[in-house]
């Protein structure tokens, strides 16, 4: 019988080496290193064209009320802090907004002569509404923790009220025979105002150079970072007539203190929505004239 001879295979099988195996997972680790940022870039450009969208969608039905009314919706309707005011209703700009942002079901059952925070609105005013939210904000920061507003959807968005500051500031005698009704002066006000609203007449310095809505960290319990790592008191009630401000006038953008200003957690700025509809995003370093005279609508400052 003749035997069978096996010949050796030309390929010698063999594993990895402890050595080559760490040497691949550091080079993926490198890869995931570099990838990781570009995924979060991307992903934070998503969700900033998604903010602006919305706040493109609150300017367009800002605009469908200014044409049915003839005027723009009131920043707070009820605002009792100052003289002159008609009681303590708070009614937001967000709340005339509805009909217009297709919660007319919601509008129907609101009682525009009671504030939010009390029955039937208080149960109305507990749902989020994505057009009032920023697609940054998490999840756990959408509703009110405080006493009175507990429970109720927040906003990242604030009507814009104006420019506040030294030179700026009203301090009437509310016992004067006409007390104004803003606390600052008619050169600084913007156009969303406690208890009056404005006409497209009164913007001289332009639609397309006033302001009326912006990304804002308000007071709000909840705790939101910043693009510069601090920890910043963010927005506050989608009903609450008191989620309008005055940018005090020495405040750049995602000012540190961000109580009260305009801030977003977009990294290098914020939005903000003017009165002809569009959307710009102002960039932190934004000259400091420039921003207060887009707050304005009537400071007569040359652009």
């Known amino acids: 019988m003749f035997g069978v001879r096996a010949h050796p295979s030309p390929f010698k099988l063999r594993g990895f080496t402890l050595v080559e195996l760490l040497v691949v997972i550091a080079i993926i680790g490198v890869l995931v290193g570099l990838l990781l ?6 992903r934070e450009a998503a969700r900033r064209t998604q903010c602006q969208s919305h706040l493109r969608e609150n300017g367009t039905a800002t605009l469908n009320f200014e044409q049915q009314r003839g005027e723009l919706p009131i920043g707070c309707i009820g605002n009792n802090m100052l003289p002159g005011g008609s009681g303590k209703q708070l009614v937001s700009w967000n709340v005339q907004l509805l009909p217009f942002i297709e919660y007319q079901s919601l509008w129907d059952q609101y009682d525009i002569d009671l504030p939010a ?8 005013t507990t749902i989020t509404i994505p057009l009032f939210l920023c697609p940054s904000t998490p999840s756990e920061q ?3 923790t405080a006493t009175l507003w507990r429970g109720q959807g927040f906003t990242d968005y604030a009507g814009l009220y ?3 500051g030294d030179g700026r500031d009203v301090y009437e005698d509310p016992e004067a025979e006409n007390p104004s009704t803003q606390h600052i002066n008619d050169q600084s006000l913007g156009v969303m105002l406690f208890n009056e609203p404005v006409t497209f007449k009164q913007m001289t310095d332009g639609s397309a150079h006033t302001a009326m809505i912006g990304e804002a960290f308000l007071r709000r319990e ?3 970072s910043t693009p510069s ?3 910043a008191t963010t927005s506050m009630e989608w009903a609450n007539g008191h989620n309008i401000f005055a940018q ?8 540190p203190s961000l109580d009260n200003e305009i801030g977003s957690p977009h990294p290098g700025g914020a939005s903000v929505t003017f009165c002809d509809g569009h959307v710009s995003f102002l960039h932190d370093e934004v000259e400091q004239a420039m921003l207060n005279a887009l707050l304005t609508r ?3 400052e040359a652009l």
């Open 37 to 42: 940022p570009a995924i979060q870039a991307a």
């Open 117 to 124: 925070y009390q029955s039937p609105n208080r149960d109305l």
């Open 142 to 144: 959408f509703y009110s």
């Open 162 to 164: 104006g420019v506040e």
């Open 222 to 224: 909840s705790k939101l």
């Open 229 to 231: 790592g601090d920890i």
């Open 248 to 255: 005090e006038q020495s405040n750049p953008i995602n000012h």
């Open 298 to 300: 009537s400071g007569g």
